[in-house]
């Protein structure tokens, strides 16, 4: 986890900083899905939700690679 944490480190600290504003996971709870999906080698994940992307992070950079699942994103784009 050490060389993902590494390799993101300032994005994930930047998206903390607006963490009350954006309702995101506290860091224990993103490290916590990271160690969760890496031991079962969990292929897929889904997340219903996102606020600025913060756990996105760390649910994506679990996955071991070559991850053939689909991403989808639905947009508000008319904040209806």
């Given at each position: 986890?050490?060389?993902?944490?590494?390799?993101?480190?300032?994005?994930l600290?930047?998206?903390?900083?607006?963490?009350?504003?954006?309702?995101?996971?506290?860091?224990?709870?993103?490290?916590?899905?990271?160690?969760?999906?890496?031991?079962?080698?969990?292929?897929?994940?889904l997340e219903?939700?996102?606020?600025?992307?913060y756990?996105?992070?760390?649910?994506?950079?679990?996955?071991?690679?070559?991850?053939?699942?689909?991403?989808?994103?639905?947009?508000?784009?008319?904040?209806?």
């Open positions: 986890m050490s060389e993902f944490y590494g390799k993101y480190e300032q994005t600290k930047r998206l903390e900083e607006t963490a009350k504003q954006y309702t995101n996971i506290a860091p224990e709870n993103g490290q916590f899905l990271y160690i969760l999906i890496q031991s079962i080698q969990a292929q897929n994940v219903i939700g996102t606020s600025n992307g756990s996105t992070i760390w649910l994506a950079a679990a996955l071991t690679l070559p991850v053939k699942s689909p991403c989808f994103s639905l947009w508000d784009v008319d904040g209806i």
